[in-house]
């Protein structure tokens, strides 16, 4: 079996600050994601990658960067925090492109004071 | 793409079976049923898929109406560990990746 893995943990960020989570998967899966889950909510995504420096918009990108230049690793950007905001971000993989069976890591959770 | 509609909530107690509907009326040909549950502090994990009439794995099983515009996921004697969301996805399988949506779910709470 495989594990994801992202860091940090938690992460506390201040207003307009830029802050970067990452992600490292070791599956060896193709395909790469970033969801954002607000409390109580589903989830929502952000970005994805069907390959090493692929990268696609999901519904939410406005206000967010990615970057995967190795296949094991994905990283996301908020480019500019946004004060109060509080959530989850979550990273998954599959191991290809139209494969709906995806594998999660356990998140990072944001604060922004 | 379908919509679906699950019950917000659902209680048990440990040791029953519990069964969870998903309403997917508008469900395409091309369209898939996925279940996935997320347990809080992590991220859903993927308990089963089909397309018609009845799966079962080691975790669950899943029925599929006829004209697939309803499915249960069944729970055998569930334990506290089942407490989690419940989220019922209908998706196409050739969709380009990425699409899954997950919606609100259903929140299963398991009593001792």
């Known amino acids: 079996g495989g594990i994801i893995t992202q860091t940090p943990k938690f992460l506390i960020g201040q207003e307009g600050q830029k802050l970067t989570l990452k992600c490292q998967q070791n599956?060896?899966?193709?395909?790469m994601y970033w969801y954002r889950q607000d409390s109580g909510k589903g989830l929502r995504l952000i970005y994805y990658?069907?390959?090493?420096?692929?990268?696609q918009k999901g519904d939410l990108s406005e206000g967010y960067d990615a970057s995967r230049e190795k296949k094991s690793s994905f990283s996301l950007t908020v480019t500019s925090a946004q004060k109060n905001e509080m959530a989850v971000f979550l990273c998954?993989?599959?191991?290809?492109?139209?494969?709906?069976?995806?594998?999660f890591g356990h998140g990072t959770k944001l604060s922004v004071l | 793409l379908a919509k679906t509609t699950q019950p917000p909530s659902m209680e048990a107690y440990e040791g029953q079976e519990v069964n969870v509907s998903c309403s997917h009326t508008n469900i395409a040909t091309s369209e898939y049923i996925y279940w996935y549950r997320q347990v809080p502090h992590q991220g859903p994990q993927f308990i089963i898929q089909?397309?018609?009439d009845y799966v079962v794995n080691e975790v669950a099983s899943l029925f599929i109406s006829a004209d697939r515009k309803l499915s249960t996921l069944s729970l055998p004697w569930v334990s506290l560990r089942d407490a989690a969301v419940y989220y019922c996805i209908v998706t196409p399988r050739t969709q380009v990746v990425g699409q899954l949506t997950f919606g609100s779910g259903t929140r299963l709470q398991v009593y001792a």
């Open positions: 599956f060896n899966h193709d395909t």
């Open positions: 998954a993989s599959s191991i290809r492109q139209g494969n709906e069976r995806l594998f």
């Open positions: 089909g397309y018609k």
């Open positions: 990658s069907i390959t090493e420096n692929d990268l």
